[in-house]
């Protein structure tokens, strides 16, 4: 951190609120902005969302709203969280303008770049649980058949479900991030990384277990990609932190 920095934060010691509520208005203005120029599209929005399952149901069965308001408000409430979920560079970006004046020089060639993959692994991890676990699922769930039981999602309970899974692959899919980051501040080396492999490796399948359907290519579709991101993060990190202990 600059002289500068310090002598201004130690005239005016308000100035990180005054800053963080104007990253905090850029942030709110730009999902806003987002959300506006989407609402019009809100229900085809959730028909693309609901597809995965839709072609999966039986033909004489279809999603229903147990809520009156359901049909208005399931779709708007989706369409904010698409906003937010577009606008997560720009809400890095702005975190990134925060803290930026903190660190240093070689602080900010790291956080940049980790902050860009921040947001296109978790595009990643989101694209890769609607088209790739999405229909195996809903596949292995709509099959189960039990007798009396007629299969009817309720709306708002299938946006949840989705949801959840969205946010568990994003962060599934931040490991190398998180591997990288954890390298660098020295929690941990690539050496006791590569140490822990086989315990990684069972790792990974029993999470796989956990988010998806009880069969082993179900399993499989998580665990495999969950281990390859590790490695991928072992040997990004690996290099950063040669790098860095050579300079």
């Known amino acids: 951190m600059s002289n500068t920095n310090l002598h201004n934060e130690s005239i005016n010691p308000f100035a990180h609120l005054?800053?963080?509520?104007?990253?905090?208005?850029?942030?709110?203005l730009s999902i806003l902005l987002v959300f506006l120029g989407l609402l019009y599209f809100a229900n085809d929005i959730y028909e693309f969302l609901s597809a995965p399952l839709i072609s999966q149901l039986p033909e004489s069965t279809?999603?229903?709203?147990?809520?009156?308001?359901?049909?208005?408000?399931?779709?708007?409430?989706?369409t904010l969280i698409t906003?937010?979920?577009?606008?997560?560079?720009?809400i890095l970006y702005q975190v990134w303008l925060f803290i930026a004046p903190g660190l240093y020089q070689k602080e900010r060639k790291?956080?940049?770049?980790?902050?860009?993959?921040?947001?296109?692994?978790?595009?990643?991890?989101?694209?890769?649980?609607?088209?790739m676990i999405f229909p195996v699922i809903f596949k292995f769930l709509t099959?189960?058949?039990i007798d009396g039981v007629e299969i009817a999602t309720e709306i708002s309970s299938y946006l949840d479900f989705v949801m959840t899974l969205f946010i568990a692959f994003g962060v599934i899919f931040e490991i190398p991030v998180f591997i990288i980051l954890m390298c660098w501040v020295g929690i941990i080396t690539p050496q006791q990384l590569q140490?822990?492999?086989?315990?990684?490796?069972?790792?990974?399948?029993i999470i796989g277990m956990l988010l998806?359907?009880?069969?082993i290519i179900s399993q499989s579709l998580l665990a495999i990609p969950?281990?390859?991101?590790?490695?991928?993060?072992?040997?990004?990190?690996?290099?950063?932190?040669?790098n860095k202990h050579c300079n």
């Open 18 to 28: 005054a800053e963080l509520r104007h990253r905090l208005f850029h942030i709110l």
């Open 62 to 78: 279809s999603m229903i709203a147990t809520e009156v308001t359901s049909p208005l408000l399931t779709p708007i409430k989706l």
């Open 83 to 90: 906003a937010v979920f577009l606008c997560i560079p720009v």
């Open 110 to 131: 790291l956080i940049m770049p980790l902050l860009v993959a921040t947001s296109f692994m978790f595009y990643i991890g989101v694209a890769f649980a609607y088209f």
């Open 143 to 145: 099959n189960i058949s």
């Open 195 to 205: 140490k822990k492999r086989p315990y990684i490796f069972v790792l990974t399948f």
């Open 212 to 215: 998806t359907p009880p069969d």
């Open 226 to 242: 969950m281990y390859l991101l590790f490695e991928m993060g072992v040997f990004i990190a690996r290099v950063i932190y040669n």
